[in-house]
């Protein structure tokens, strides 16, 4: 199944679970990515996985989102 269009899948988590998130989040996903880079010598191939745990996860997309509001109210 595809994104929807304005939006980047990303896999992560123990069972690799899809989150379909807003474009304009990437920004902070490239800064996600170098520190799992660094910390995880991650290197990427395939789909845009990450190594994380969902519920921190899930929380760093609600921090996302604040910030998304903020910036356009």
Do not use: S
Not at 14 to 19: D, L, N, P, S, T
């Amino acid at each position: 199944m595809a994104a929807t269009r304005g939006c980047v899948a990303v896999y992560g988590g123990e069972g690799m679970r899809k989150f379909v998130i807003p474009a304009e989040f990437t920004p902070d996903f490239w800064v996600l990515m170098e520190v799992a880079k660094e910390k995880f010598r991650f290197e990427q191939v395939g789909g845009l996985r990450l190594p994380f745990d969902e519920e921190a996860f899930i929380e760093f997309l609600g921090f996302l989102e604040k910030k998304m509001k903020k910036k356009y109210p």
